[in-house]
């Protein structure tokens, strides 16, 4: 109102409408703004009329400088609402792709958590399990086996105490730490296993992580053998080759049909699985040789150079 009591007495006061076009297209939906755009072109016309008289000019540059004022305004408001909408949707895909990180760093958390108490906290418990059945067999006939199966069930229950301070901690597989050399942490477990070690070519430096899996791998092999196989002998072979390194688990236990495995469920089926992880997080692979009344071969062999774009693939 003030602004068209201005444009009545003062003709010249009617170019302070573009303010007003501007306003009227941020405040007001499109429509209504356009409308209330013609009725102040409208005015502006009527007052230069006023005081000009019907010059063309009067008549025709009004309406188009509002034309094209409220055509770059509206431009430049779309605009705005793509670049707003635009950064919108960047930050929800930044939201979801960090979810999905979350989710994908929680599940290999969890399969590690799985692997490292299955081979080491379920593998101690069983065995101080079948010494302590053992002991409670010959408790009455032969007191000193008895006691040597106590004496054996303790050292395992304080080697599993070890194994779960590292693991809380994220440290190395104790006979790692206890011998320094992955060959003198398989000697260890091939000797608590009643297994022989054998070792091929010359033995070269390798990653920590990488040591850690061949023990892991080794030990579920032959838990795996005294848990299931029944078998006489149990033999370890590590191979270093000029761009990998191999071990070989072989028993002439019972075997078993590699194509048919049980599912990982609260009675077992985790130790291969976990194998299998275990060596494609370092780009190697896992084949399995067996059959019903054959034996059983795991054979674990890493690149000493992986390709980071180029994971293992488990072979049965």
Do not use: K
Request: hydrophobic share 45%.
């Amino acid at each position: 109102m003030t602004w068209l009591a201005l444009a009545l007495l003062a003709p010249s006061c009617s170019w302070c409408a573009v303010p007003l076009l501007y306003s009227a297209l941020r405040i007001l939906p499109t429509r209504p703004a356009i409308v209330l755009i013609g009725l102040l072109t409208g005015c502006i016309v009527g007052s230069e009329v006023r005081l000009s008289g019907w010059d063309p000019n009067v008549l025709l540059a009004p309406p188009a400088i509002a034309a094209l004022t409220v055509t770059v305004l509206l431009h430049s408001m779309r605009q705005t609402q793509r670049l707003r909408t635009s950064m919108t949707e960047l930050v929800q895909a930044r939201d979801e792709l960090a979810a999905t990180e979350r989710r994908a760093g929680i599940l290999t958390e969890r399969q590690r958590l799985a692997a490292e108490i299955h081979d080491t906290l379920a593998q101690g418990l069983t065995s101080q399990q079948l010494l302590l059945q053992a002991a409670d067999r010959s408790w009455e006939h032969d007191p000193a086996a008895a006691r040597a199966h106590l004496a054996a069930a303790s050292e395992s229950t304080a080697r599993s105490l070890a194994e779960a301070r590292r693991f809380v901690h994220d440290l190395a597989p104790a006979d790692l730490a206890e011998t320094g050399s992955l060959q003198g942490a398989l000697h260890a477990v091939a000797a608590r296993e009643g297994a022989r070690l054998h070792i091929d070519g010359t033995p070269v430096d390798l990653p920590q992580r990488l040591q850690g899996a061949l023990l892991r791998v080794a030990q579920g092999a032959l838990a795996n053998t005294r848990r299931h196989a029944r078998a006489r002998t149990a033999t370890l072979t590590l191979s270093y080759l000029d761009d990998q390194v191999i071990l070989d688990a072989w028993d002439d236990g019972d075997g078993f049909d590699p194509a048919v495995l049980p599912s990982p469920g609260t009675h077992g089926g985790h130790g291969l699985p976990a194998m299998h992880a275990r060596l494609r997080q370092l780009g190697g692979r896992l084949s399995i040789e067996s059959a019903p009344g054959a034996g059983t071969t795991v054979t674990a062999v890493v690149p000493l150079n992986p390709d980071p774009a180029q994971p293992g693939e488990a072979v049965a």
